[in-house]
């Protein structure tokens, strides 16, 4: 167990009452702005002391109020990733870096600086001033900053938030690479279930302060009930895939699924590498024939277990192709000229150009000694 | 130019002796100005006005007042004066340590001010980054909040220089106008004005004082600048 917390804070109207446990690699905090996700993660480093509560984090309490036990923030050994990087603009970027390594005790630095600056690609960066980086830069140094104290718990504050989509994409591979490749558990949170989708091992989802739904992520993932209106749109389901083969003919790769072959851009990732993929809802057609002059690459066989009304107008419609869950969300006049009914065999057809880097996450094998 | 070098022994003591007082009185206000400064600007306790304005009061008071107060305070009989006389072996008054208080007290508020509004300006969230670095809240202070607030910290000293070069009634008022010992510059000039034939000697010393007083505001102008440039504003 990485992480546990258990808490009890009221400020001003507000108030979270909110308990879960990290058990994975990484713990996604999802949910609106205002659900009290960073609230929560402000008090796992020690930023604010909640009115009563019980924390621990790798077998530490770090916070009892029943036993007057408050560890102060330098004393945990939680690394933060702020969404606002918060480099010190009087250093370089080296002695950023270098910044946490002063205050962790000898036996307990485990993170090397050559090893940290290669796995985020920031060599070139070094003797630059924090203010003279993009905004991608500074958030791979923040990074680096805080894998440099050695933590025993890394916490990103929505580190990508204040990030164009470009630069989104160039950080999530490191994300990922530090999620795969080193030790170190991480509390993530977010309010896009899109790097939620392709990021975590585990979701707990907060609402208004309260925990309203926790589990692994490819089942958290598919219940767009809990998603916040304007995120419900990148709801979906979640397959785990490998790369079979690659057709470099047509630049596409062929992954391989429960569900059967599925073709997607190419992604630049070995043959039998892991493939995480998170398939829209609403990118996903229902047809009861398997359809012909079709421009869509991907036809999916499989069983509609349950469908749901989901307003007036749509419903969701859960399949299960060969064991893996799939989602569409349809209308419901369509619902009804089709006479979709659960049992019924159905083919799902999806769009090799729904597929972007934005739902398409690399596994990394290997691991990485910091 | 060579004219303006040209000076008495009397006038060359006054110059030499107002730089040795500002700097005394300078360096001397620096490590209470900048707790005071942090006291204000981060701290939350009962009669923190009352400190404040305690802090401002030679801004507004009279210099007379000012270094009135001081003759009753810290002169040989008052309170002040007697125990640092017996503690420290330290008199002030009639003495160019006592030109230096007075100087240090009148530019106080201004270097608090400078250093104060510096102390504001640092983004509170940097602080509780190194925090979670592992730095303990000194060394925080120490490491990030101290380089940050330079810039102010420069700009007070300086403050608190040109204030103590340009002091004139307080001192006067607490240590008097004695050659070699507390004739500062201003009280050389004013009592140059006041004998006949003594014009050239108070242009003389009026110039020195204005060239030293430029320099003092360019070198400040360039330091702080130099160190603003260092934080580079992100």
């Known amino acids: ?370 | 130019m060579t004219w303006l070098l040209d000076l008495t022994p009397d006038e060359w003591n006054a110059v030499q002796l107002s730089i040795k007082v500002a700097t005394v009185a300078m360096l001397f206000s620096l490590p209470p100005g900048i707790l005071i400064a942090l006291l204000l600007a981060r701290g939350r306790f009962w009669g923190k006005g009352f400190i404040n304005g305690l802090v401002h009061l030679p801004l507004v008071l009279p210099p007379v007042v000012t270094g009135y107060l001081l003759l009753l305070s810290f002169g040989r009989n008052g309170p002040a004066g007697a125990f640092f006389e017996h503690w420290f072996g330290i008199v002030f008054s009639f003495r160019w340590t006592g030109a230096a208080l007075a100087c240090g007290i009148m530019g106080f508020p201004l270097m608090v001010r400078a250093i104060r509004l510096s102390i504001e300006g640092v983004d509170r969230k940097l602080e509780a980054a190194a925090g979670t670095l592992g730095a303990h809240p000194v060394l925080v202070f120490a490491t990030v909040t101290l380089p940050l607030t330079l810039p102010g910290i420069i700009a007070g000293a300086i403050l608190s220089f040109a204030k103590a070069m340009g002091e004139f009634g307080a001192t006067i008022t607490f240590v008097s106008n004695i050659p070699n010992e507390t004739q500062t510059l201003p009280s050389a000039i004013y009592t140059l004005t006041q004998v006949p034939g003594g014009d050239a000697g108070a242009l003389r010393l009026t110039l020195i004082s204005v060239i030293i007083s430029m320099v003092a505001l360019i070198a400040s102008e360039a330091l702080a600048r130099r160190a603003g440039k260092r934080l580079d504003s992100e």
């Open chain 1, 1 to 370: 167990m990485s992480v546990s917390v258990q808490i009890s804070h009221r400020q001003g109207n507000f108030s979270l009452e909110a308990g879960f446990m990290g058990t994975g690699r990484l713990t996604a905090l999802f949910g609106p702005s205002g659900s009290g996700k960073t609230s929560l993660i402000n008090m796992i480093a020690g930023l604010v002391k909640p009115d009563q509560g019980h924390i621990e984090a790798e077998g530490r309490v770090l916070l009892d109020t029943q036993a007057g036990i408050f560890v102060p923030r330098h004393r945990r050994r939680i690394g933060m990733v702020f969404q606002d990087a918060r480099l010190f603009p009087h250093m370089s970027v080296k002695s950023n870096l270098g910044y946490g390594r002063w205050f962790t005790p000898t036996t307990e630095r485990y993170a090397d600086m050559n090893s940290v600056v290669e796995l985020l690609g920031i060599g070139p960066l070094l003797d630059r001033r924090p203010g003279k980086l993009s905004g991608g830069e500074k958030q791979r140094v923040a990074i680096g900053r805080a894998l440099l104290a050695s933590p025993k718990l890394l916490l990103m504050d929505e580190p990508l938030a204040s990030l164009d989509e470009a630069r989104k994409a160039e950080i999530l591979p490191y994300i990922e690479r530090l999620r795969d490749e080193t030790k170190i558990p991480i509390v993530y949170v977010s309010h896009s279930i899109a790097e939620v989708a392709r990021l975590a091992s585990d979701v707990v989802v907060l609402a208004q302060g309260r925990v309203a739904a926790s589990g692994k992520t490819a089942d958290i993932v598919q219940r767009l009930d809990l998603l916040p209106a304007e995120e419900r749109g990148e709801g979906g389901s979640m397959l785990e895939t490998h790369v079979m083969r690659h057709d470099e003919h047509y630049a596409m790769t062929i992954l391989g699924s429960p569900a059967g072959e599925i073709r997607v851009p190419r992604l630049d990732a070995a043959i039998g590498v892991p493939v995480r993929i998170r398939i829209r809802a609403r990118d996903v057609m229902v047809a009861t024939r398997r359809p012909e002059g079709l421009s869509a690459l991907n036809t999916l066989a499989g069983t509609i277990v349950a469908i749901e009304p989901e307003g007036r107008a749509t419903v969701e419609v859960r399949m299960d192709c060969g064991g893996a869950p799939l989602l569409a969300r349809i209308t419901e006049q369509s619902r009804q000229a089709l006479n979709l009914e659960p049992g019924l065999v159905v083919f799902a057809i999806v769009k090799t150009m729904s597929f972007d880097r934005g739902n398409t996450g690399v596994r990394h094998g290997g691991e990485v000694h910091l």
